[in-house]
């Protein structure tokens, strides 16, 4: 199989997963049982006769039979319109375009602290000479996994706002402010990272190929730079694709907790006020970006490991 | 272990109830400190759910007037909060929602999901395509949305929050049964069990679920732990248990106003969050060893 | 500078190259500390190869290992490593970085794993040098290289440069391993198993080679193995048993007159060695009619992408089995042997041909028949770790069979899985315990019992020896002899071992590429071979006589 062919089925696949999770979203959305329509204009404040409640629903088109509705949302959706926020009454695209870009920065830095992290750990545990240090470094990703990430932020605002006073509380500068909640994010999702790295480093060291360059006389050091760190990279190279998930919760949790504008908040506040629209939208664009992380870690995976390279090069 | 274990009557009885303890016996010596310190905590926080009087004298739900936003101390080891409630009591009788709430989330996961996975793995062809392309979709939404649109389908609350995290689970349970049924399947041992004329039923019942089993119970225990974490996010959001539930991540959530001023109000209850989880996880890590 | 430094102590060439003085080496620390080698000592004189024969625990492996330095998990207790005159046994991890390499080759024991999958041949050879600092360029180290790739006799060298290892065979990356220990050509090499993970043929000519290199570059070969044809092609010989050398002295003096029990029985079990030609099965009936396996025509071609006619497992084999008889099959790996028994066990289906057993033609069984045909032909496997289920107690395992097929009183089943567990030599004891707790021997006998409780007439053995010790291999062949003659089975053994099927198998096929090249009594087969093949096969065999 060519290398463009494989791209293509690999392209499909990943089309046919996305459709099917418009699908999925749509269904699990659009079976609720109270609708945005009610929940904002039944108020008091609005007082609205059911006609002028009819009329409002037939603009959202929340009237039609369910299969035109489901063919209506596909056929808008493809063309990228995710139609109307209920509760703030703008385009649902125009949301997304002021908060993605908050969270990008968000999640993409607290993804690199992370990784910074437990790659830090990582060699901290392979080059430690004690054993104890060892142990503990070892021990430290499984508390990671264990910490509520909500808690995390508050307990790191109670920590270095009001004890330390290292971040002001009010107005710090749009970075300083990015310091803790990266800092809340990159604790978990460094937890699997640095867990499989760590465990894929005693591993390879294990194998016979390392024993043979040590026996060509490489020190430990060479061993693990030249031998022993490749080889550990490519399973935690599928982990990060599959963490994508974790980190938009995280980012989620992050943003109420700190306050800061983005994609979680705009989740927040839509499942609050069932806007359903929105979530839906926020489902498909992270199934989007789940889906294509992954793509580019698959295709990334034959540069790294030429076991995989069979197709391309010529025997 | 255990599944391979049960003694059965009829057969010279003397000598086999006499030693099929012994490799039961065996594995419990195996048991490091820290897993016998998580069975412990595990214990103590069911017993706080089931019997919380027995730990705490004071009332939930209902505060004592002046005694409000006390440090803890030895009347309140956690301290107490604005309406002047036990921190520490509320925790106690807050396990109960916790708790049930990822025995739910776990069980739905568990159920639904390694069912999925056996079917998959044993029948194959298409039914194994089929079912592991929904897992591939289910697994493509980040968890916590997947939890959040079938909570606006369900509507919010302890119970709904929980079925929610445990359809998130489903897809992971599914492909870990997957892949342990087929690993068995293509060992030695279960064609060794077909070539001594088992019947497929048989050779599964005997051989394939008792060993695909154990990585699937130590996932759950892992998952009871992900389950709290993951339900005490929905409630410290609002999607979860409505006030004065004293569920532990809505505690956090309380306490989050006073911040500045009483900082037990949030670090006690995440405290027991974590130590919580970081029992089953240690349980879950101690049965994967021993498989 | 370590590697100067030593290297400036020009040592006597009356010393011996490798001494080893008192050496004790243990694992664990504490109360857990278990000793594997207790004081040993030897010497490896200049230009010579020294064996050290011994079998899996016998501490023969951590004696090399600690000799270069890289013991796993253990430590040297005492003792001195005499490298050159220099006792090297106290040094630092350091100073052994620059002797490991340069004074000191090694040849690991399986290529598969021994080269770093993500790098090329050339920069994995080229490395060697760059390590020692070798005041080499790019272009230097590469022409290096290609010279090393050419004299370990691989073809076309630029080629593989910049191959990686799983596009080698391996054969070919054992010669890659070669070039790497003989690289900087030390003083001394040493083999951990060099073959053990190779084909027959394959093997003659790998030590072929280390011989060849070992002449040329003048240095002494420490060669570590369970084989004694293998150690049979050494100077001299050291016998390990138990973390303790039994026996040391000259090859043909070890090997013509043993003064030590140990090493008499490992003589006496090796089956290169062993004289005894089993005599046949005195039930085996005289007329020739009695075939009870007849195959005629089999092939298997399983679909392969790119090729319409697919991959011929198996091609047109046809061979029958005398009742009571042992009929081998032999090959390397990849000549079909694995897919013929699966279809003669009802595992696999065959495109074509006829498999008729005890009467019954058996290729379009399913269902309810092929389950009941399952009683005829009962299978052991090659690994004893993989084939019984470990969560099962051993009575268990034994009894499923039983309860298979037949309705019987749970009295009478046990009754019968004891008295298979006796038959087999195994202590009442075992029954309860679970497979991981025995040893590879007596799993094997249990899988034996298994094998046999249903009484069947045929029993097909997947290599069922190759994966145990010498001694241990002996008592299971005898174990299997004893139960041919007691209940008149039919054996077919599969093996690539030509010197365990001299000694068991009546008749023999050898397969090569999914076809039969050459068929008959043992005999015939292995002493007038007709195939070139064969030949190759035959002379293979090491140490195919004992020497003088």
Same mark, same amino acid.
């Given at each position: 199989?060519?290398?463009?062919?494989?791209?293509?089925?690999?392209?499909?696949?990943?089309?046919?997963?996305?459709?099917?999770?418009?699908?999925?979203?749509?269904?699990?959305?659009?079976?609720?049982?109270?609708?945005?329509?009610?929940?904002?204009?039944?108020?008091?404040?609005?007082? %609205?006769?059911?006609?002028?409640?009819?009329?409002?629903?037939?603009?959202?088109?929340?009237?039609?039979?369910?299969?035109?509705?489901?063919?209506?949302?596909?056929?808008?959706?493809?063309?990228?319109?995710?139609?109307?926020?209920?509760?703030?009454?703008?385009?649902?695209? !125009?949301?997304?375009?002021?908060?993605?870009?908050?969270?990008?920065?968000?999640?993409?830095?607290?993804?690199?602290?992370?990784?910074?992290?437990?790659?830090?750990?990582?060699?901290?545990?392979?080059?430690?000479?004690?054993?104890?240090?060892?142990?503990?470094?070892?021990?430290?990703?499984?508390?990671?996994?264990?910490?509520?990430?909500?808690? %995390?932020?508050?307990?790191?605002?109670?920590?270095?706002?009001?004890?330390?006073?290292?971040?002001?509380?009010?107005?710090?500068?749009?970075?300083?402010? %990015?310091?803790?909640?990266?800092?809340?994010?990159?604790?978990?999702?460094?937890?699997?990272?640095?867990?499989? %790295?760590?465990?894929?480093?005693?591993?390879?060291?294990?194998?016979?190929?390392?024993?043979?360059?040590?026996?060509?006389? /490489?020190?430990?050091?060479?061993?693990?730079?030249?031998?022993?760190?490749?080889? !550990?990279?490519?399973?935690?190279?599928?982990?990060?694709?599959?963490?994508?998930?974790?980190?938009?919760?995280?980012?989620?949790?992050?943003?109420?907790?700190?306050?800061?504008?983005?994609?979680?908040?705009?989740?927040?506040? /839509?499942?609050?006020?069932?806007?359903? /629209?929105?979530?839906?939208?926020?489902?498909?664009?992270?199934?989007?970006?789940?889906?294509?992380?992954?793509?580019?870690?698959?295709?990334?995976?034959?540069?790294?490991?030429?076991?995989?390279?069979?197709?391309?090069?010529?025997? | 272990?255990?599944?391979?274990?049960?003694?059965?009557?009829?057969?010279?009885?003397?000598?086999?109830?006499?030693?099929?303890?012994?490799?039961?016996?065996?594995?419990?010596?195996?048991?490091?400190?820290?897993?016998?310190?998580?069975?412990?905590?595990?214990?103590?926080?069911?017993?706080?759910?089931?019997?919380?009087?027995?730990?705490?004298?004071?009332?939930?739900?209902?505060?004592?007037?002046?005694?409000?936003?006390?440090?803890?101390?030895?009347?309140?080891?956690?301290?107490?909060?604005?309406?002047?409630?036990?921190?520490?009591?509320?925790?106690? =009788?807050?396990?109960? =929602?916790?708790?049930?709430?990822?025995?739910?989330?776990?069980?739905?996961?568990?159920?639904?999901?390694?069912?999925?996975?056996?079917?998959?793995?044993?029948?194959?062809?298409?039914?194994?395509?089929?079912?592991?392309?929904?897992?591939?979709?289910?697994?493509?939404?980040?968890?916590?949305?997947?939890?959040?649109?079938?909570?606006?389908?369900?509507?919010?609350?302890?119970?709904?929050?929980?079925?929610?995290?445990?359809?998130?689970?489903?897809?992971?349970?599914?492909?870990?049964?997957?892949?342990?049924?087929?690993?068995?399947?293509?060992?030695?041992?279960?064609?060794?069990?077909?070539?001594?004329?088992?019947?497929?039923?048989?050779?599964?019942?005997? =051989?394939?679920?008792?060993?695909?089993?154990?990585?699937?119970?130590?996932?759950?225990?892992?998952?009871?732990?992900?389950?709290?974490?993951?339900?005490?996010?929905?409630?410290?959001?609002?999607?979860?248990?409505?006030?004065?539930?004293?569920?532990?991540?809505?505690?956090?959530?309380?306490?989050?106003?006073?911040?500045?001023?009483?900082?037990?109000?949030?670090?006690?209850?995440?405290?027991?969050?974590?130590?919580?989880?970081?029992?089953?996880?240690?349980?879950?890590?101690?049965?994967?060893?021993?498989? | 500078?370590?590697?100067?430094?030593?290297?400036?102590?020009?040592?006597?060439?009356?010393?011996?190259?490798?001494?080893?003085?008192?050496?004790?080496?243990?694992?664990?620390?504490?109360?857990?500390?278990?000793?594997?080698?207790?004081?040993?000592?030897?010497?490896?004189?200049?230009?010579?190869?020294?064996?050290?024969? #011994?079998?899996?625990?016998?501490?023969?492996?951590?004696?090399?290992?600690?000799?270069?330095?890289?013991?796993?998990?253990?430590?040297?207790?005492?003792?001195?490593?005499?490298?050159?005159?220099?006792?090297?046994?106290?040094?630092?991890?350091?100073?052994?970085?620059?002797?490991?390499?340069?004074?000191?080759?090694?040849?690991?024991?399986?290529?598969?794993?021994?080269?770093?999958?993500?790098?090329?041949?050339?920069?994995?050879?080229?490395?060697?040098?760059?390590?020692?600092?070798?005041?080499?360029?790019?272009?230097?180290?590469?022409?290096?290289?290609?010279?090393?790739?050419?004299?370990?006799?691989?073809?076309?060298?630029?080629?593989?440069?910049?191959?990686?290892?799983?596009?080698?065979?391996?054969?070919?990356?054992?010669?890659?391993?070669?070039?790497?220990?003989?690289?900087?050509?030390?003083?001394?090499?040493?083999?951990?198993?060099?073959?053990?993970?190779?084909?027959?043929?394959?093997?003659?000519?790998?030590?072929?080679?280390?011989?060849?290199?070992?002449?040329?570059?003048?240095?002494?070969?420490?060669?570590?193995?369970?084989?004694?044809?293998?150690?049979?092609?050494?100077?001299?010989?050291?016998?390990?048993?138990?973390?303790?050398?039994?026996?040391?002295?000259?090859?043909?003096?070890?090997? #013509?007159?043993?003064?030590?029990?140990?090493?008499?029985?490992?003589?006496?079990?090796?089956?290169?060695?062993?004289?005894?030609?089993?005599?046949?099965?005195?039930?085996? &009936?005289?007329?020739? $009619?009695?075939?009870?396996?007849?195959?005629?025509?089999?092939?298997?071609?399983?679909?392969?992408?790119?090729?319409?006619?697919?991959?011929?497992?198996?091609?047109?084999?046809?061979?029958?089995?005398?009742?009571?008889?042992?009929?081998?099959?032999?090959?390397?790996?990849?000549?079909?042997?694995?897919?013929?028994?699966?279809?003669?066990?009802?595992?696999?289906? &065959?495109?074509?041909?006829?498999?008729?057993?005890?009467?019954?033609?058996?290729?379009?069984?399913?269902?309810?028949?092929?389950?009941?045909?399952?009683?005829?032909?009962?299978?052991?496997?090659?690994?004893?770790?993989?084939?019984?289920?470990?969560?099962?107690?051993?009575?268990?395992?034994?009894?499923?069979?039983?309860?298979?097929?037949?309705?019987?009183? $749970?009295?009478?089943?046990?009754?019968?899985?004891?008295?298979?567990?006796?038959?087999?030599?195994? &202590?009442?004891?075992?029954?309860?315990?679970?497979?991981?707790?025995?040893?590879?021997?007596?799993?094997?006998?249990?899988?034996?019992?298994?094998?046999?409780?249903?009484? &069947?007439?045929?029993?097909?053995?997947?290599?069922?020896?190759?994966?145990?010790?010498?001694?241990?291999?002996?008592?299971?062949? $005898?174990?299997?002899?004893?139960?041919?003659?007691?209940?008149?089975?039919?054996?077919?053994?599969?093996?690539?071992?030509?010197?365990?099927?001299?000694?068991?198998?009546?008749?023999?096929?050898?397969?090569?590429?999914?076809?039969?090249?050459?068929?008959?009594?043992?005999?015939?087969?292995?002493?007038?071979?007709?195939?070139?093949?064969?030949?190759?096969?035959?002379?293979?065999?090491?140490?195919?006589?004992?020497?003088?």
């Amino acid at each position: 199989m060519s290398l463009s062919k494989y791209l293509l089925s690999r392209l499909g696949q990943a089309l046919i997963v996305l459709w099917a999770a418009f699908t999925l979203s749509f269904l699990l959305l659009q079976m609720m049982p109270g609708d945005a329509v009610l929940i904002k204009y039944m108020g008091g404040d609005f007082a %609205l006769t059911p006609e002028q409640l009819a009329n409002i629903r037939q603009i959202y088109g929340s009237d039609n039979p369910p299969l035109q509705r489901y063919l209506s949302a596909l056929t808008s959706t493809l063309t990228g319109d995710f139609g109307y926020s209920i509760d703030a009454g703008v385009r649902v695209t !125009a949301l997304l375009a002021d908060n993605i870009l908050p969270t990008f920065r968000l999640a993409g830095l607290g993804f690199l602290a992370a990784v910074v992290l437990s790659f830090t750990l990582a060699f901290l545990s392979y080059f430690s000479p004690f054993s104890w240090l060892r142990r503990v470094i070892t021990m430290l990703p499984s508390l990671f996994v264990a910490i509520p990430v909500f808690w %995390l932020g508050i307990m790191l605002i109670q920590m270095f706002s009001f004890r330390l006073r290292l971040v002001p509380v009010i107005n710090p500068g749009p970075w300083v402010g %990015l310091i803790l909640p990266i800092a809340t994010l990159a604790v978990p999702i460094s937890a699997p990272i640095a867990q499989i %790295l760590m465990r894929n480093i005693d591993d390879v060291m294990t194998r016979p190929f390392v024993a043979v360059a040590r026996a060509k006389g /490489a020190s430990l050091n060479w061993v693990f730079w030249k031998h022993v760190l490749a080889n !550990a990279l490519l399973p935690v190279l599928t982990i990060c694709g599959m963490l994508f998930g974790e980190l938009l919760a995280g980012a989620v949790v992050a943003e109420t907790v700190f306050g800061l504008n983005g994609i979680g908040r705009l989740t927040e506040a /839509a499942v609050a006020t069932l806007d359903v /629209a929105v979530l839906q939208a926020v489902v498909l664009l992270s199934a989007a970006t789940f889906v294509t992380i992954n793509l580019v870690v698959d295709l990334l995976y034959p540069l790294l490991d030429p076991r995989l390279r069979k197709n391309a090069k010529a025997v | 272990m255990g599944v391979a274990e049960e003694p059965r009557t009829g057969v010279s009885a003397g000598s086999r109830t006499a030693e099929w303890w012994r490799p039961v016996l065996e594995q419990i010596k195996g048991i490091g400190p820290a897993t016998w310190l998580s069975y412990a905590v595990l214990i103590l926080a069911v017993l706080w759910a089931l019997f919380p009087g027995l730990f705490t004298a004071y009332d939930a739900i209902t505060g004592t007037p002046g005694q409000q936003l006390r440090a803890p101390s030895l009347a309140h080891f956690f301290g107490t909060d604005a309406l002047g409630r036990d921190v520490f009591s509320r925790v106690v =009788h807050g396990s109960v =929602h916790s708790l049930s709430g990822a025995f739910v989330a776990t069980a739905v996961g568990l159920v639904v999901g390694t069912a999925l996975g056996l079917l998959s793995g044993s029948v194959g062809g298409v039914v194994d395509e089929i079912v592991m392309r929904i897992v591939d979709v289910l697994l493509s939404i980040p968890g916590l949305l997947f939890a959040l649109s079938i909570i606006i389908l369900l509507g919010f609350g302890t119970l709904n929050a929980s079925i929610a995290v445990g359809a998130a689970a489903i897809a992971a349970f599914a492909r870990l049964m997957r892949s342990e049924v087929i690993r068995v399947r293509s060992s030695d041992y279960v064609e060794a069990a077909i070539g001594s004329g088992g019947k497929l039923s048989s050779v599964l019942w005997r =051989h394939v679920l008792p060993n695909s089993l154990t990585s699937v119970v130590a996932f759950s225990a892992l998952q009871f732990g992900s389950a709290i974490l993951q339900l005490s996010t929905l409630s410290f959001l609002g999607y979860g248990a409505p006030p004065p539930t004293p569920e532990w991540g809505l505690l956090v959530a309380e306490g989050r106003n006073y911040v500045a001023t009483a900082w037990w109000l949030t670090a006690a209850p995440g405290l027991v969050v974590v130590i919580v989880v970081l029992a089953a996880n240690q349980v879950s890590k101690s049965i994967r060893g021993r498989a | 500078m370590t590697a100067q430094t030593y290297m400036n102590t020009d040592a006597d060439p009356a010393l011996p190259i490798l001494d080893i003085r008192d050496l004790s080496v243990s694992y664990g620390s504490g109360r857990t500390a278990k000793r594997a080698v207790h004081g040993i000592s030897f010497t490896v004189n200049r230009g010579e190869t020294l064996a050290i024969v #011994g079998e899996s625990g016998s501490g023969k492996t951590t004696t090399a290992q600690s000799i270069i330095g890289l013991l796993s998990g253990g430590k040297v207790d005492g003792g001195q490593i005499m490298l050159n005159g220099t006792d090297i046994a106290k040094w630092s991890d350091r100073q052994l970085d620059g002797l490991r390499g340069s004074r000191i080759g090694l040849i690991p024991q399986d290529p598969g794993t021994s080269l770093n999958p993500i790098r090329t041949i050339g920069s994995q050879l080229g490395e060697t040098f760059r390590i020692h600092r070798y005041p080499l360029d790019k272009t230097g180290r590469k022409a290096k290289v290609l010279e090393l790739l050419a004299k370990v006799g691989l073809s076309s060298p630029e080629l593989r440069y910049d191959q990686y290892p799983h596009q080698l065979s391996g054969g070919m990356r054992q010669r890659v391993l070669i070039a790497m220990a003989i690289a900087l050509e030390p003083d001394l090499i040493i083999a951990d198993e060099p073959t053990s993970a190779l084909d027959v043929t394959v093997q003659k000519r790998i030590l072929d080679l280390i011989d060849v290199l070992k002449r040329e570059t003048s240095a002494s070969v420490l060669l570590i193995t369970h084989d004694l044809g293998v150690a049979a092609r050494a100077d001299s010989i050291v016998v390990m048993q138990g973390g303790r050398v039994v026996e040391a002295g000259a090859a043909a003096q070890i090997l #013509g007159s043993p003064q030590n029990a140990y090493t008499s029985q490992l003589l006496a079990d090796a089956p290169s060695f062993s004289d005894t030609r089993r005599e046949h099965p005195a039930n085996v &009936p005289s007329e020739p $009619a009695d075939d009870i396996v007849v195959i005629e025509g089999l092939c298997k071609h399983f679909p392969l992408s790119g090729k319409p006619e697919g991959l011929r497992a198996v091609d047109d084999l046809s061979f029958r089995v005398a009742r009571g008889s042992t009929h081998a099959i032999v090959g390397e790996s990849g000549s079909g042997k694995t897919t013929t028994i699966r279809m003669v066990t009802g595992f696999e289906k &065959p495109t074509s041909g006829r498999i008729s057993i005890s009467g019954r033609d058996i290729s379009d069984l399913a269902g309810e028949e092929l389950r009941q045909f399952r009683r005829t032909v009962q299978l052991v496997y090659q690994n004893p770790f993989s084939s019984l289920d470990p969560r099962q107690t051993i009575f268990r395992i034994v009894e499923e069979p039983l309860r298979n097929f037949e309705p019987l009183a $749970a009295q009478e089943r046990d009754r019968r899985v004891r008295e298979m567990i006796a038959r087999v030599g195994l &202590p009442t004891d075992v029954l309860h315990r679970h497979p991981a707790t025995l040893s590879g021997g007596q799993r094997q006998r249990v899988a034996i019992a298994r094998a046999l409780i249903l009484q &069947p007439e045929v029993v097909v053995l997947d290599e069922a020896v190759s994966a145990l010790d010498v001694t241990v291999q002996a008592r299971i062949l $005898a174990l299997l002899a004893e139960l041919q003659r007691e209940f008149g089975l039919t054996y077919i053994f599969v093996s690539h071992d030509l010197a365990v099927v001299r000694q068991i198998a009546d008749t023999v096929s050898v397969m090569q590429n999914g076809r039969e090249i050459e068929s008959g009594p043992v005999e015939t087969v292995f002493g007038n071979p007709r195939h070139d093949y064969t030949k190759e096969l035959v002379a293979s065999i090491p140490a195919f006589r004992k020497p003088g």
